[in-house]
């Protein structure tokens, strides 16, 4: 496995190390009073064109808006690399999604009181799918059509925290919730680098 890959790779297993333990302490001790007490705030807090910006940013991680996007990085990184290259941004994507449903439902934790919801939810809370589709979708455009660095990690994070903040705000999700979607964006978005690397990668490691 050559560095950048191992790099990577172990990026990766730590990401999901970490999100075993958030799963592990959600709703327990000090994460538990946490998410009780955000959830309270939030509630508390509520404006009219306040829900109505958090309903519009919760909105943009919908499937039928990520899809544009994800078709415009496609688009990008077939004039850059080639069409081969152009898939990886949806198959990220695509199977992190799917990766994200199954471990929803063998966690399977509760979402917040249906009684303080703002707007009806799918399946279970964590980890959040719109943070973590979100997230994996800024992850997979920007790494697919920019120069690499920080940026696709800071716009993981910013699509995290934008989308997930919405979602708590909505009542239909627990802070922890939304980290567990941007850690598992994270370590899906480092695992698809060494499993499907990029043109970019595979040309380092034959050079060194």
């Known amino acids: 496995m050559a560095g950048v890959d191992r790099a990577r790779y172990r990026r990766s297993m730590l990401a999901f190390a970490g999100l075993a333990v958030v799963i592990a302490r959600a709703g327990e001790g000090r ?30 991680a919908e499937p039928r808006f990520v899809v544009f996007p994800v078709t415009a990085a496609t688009a990008i990184a ?5 069409w081969p290259q152009a898939w990886l941004p949806c198959l990220a994507v695509v199977s992190g999604a799917a990766a994200r449903r199954v471990l929803a439902r063998a966690v399977a934790r509760p979402r917040p009181p249906a009684a303080i919801w703002l707007t009806e939810p799918e399946g279970f809370s964590l980890p959040s799918r719109h943070t973590s589709l979100a997230a994996l979708t800024a992850g997979a455009c920007v790494g697919s059509t920019a120069v690499g660095g920080l ?9 995290a925290a934008g989308v997930g903040a919405s979602r708590v705000y909505l009542g239909v999700h627990w ?15 480092a695992l698809a680098e060494v499993v499907i690397p990029s043109k970019q990668v595979r040309e380092h490691a034959r050079r060194n």
Do not use: C, M, Q, Y
Request: without cysteine.
């Open 151 to 159: 940026r696709p990690h800071l716009a993981v994070l910013l699509a």
């Open 31 to 60: 994460a538990g009073r946490l998410d009780d007490a955000v959830i309270k705030l939030a509630e508390n807090g509520r404006r009219p064109g306040a829900v109505r910006a958090a309903r519009a940013v919760s909105a943009l």
């Open 175 to 189: 802070p922890t919730d939304v980290l567990a979607g941007w850690i598992f964006a994270e370590a899906w978005l």
């Open 78 to 82: 077939a004039r850059r690399a080639g």
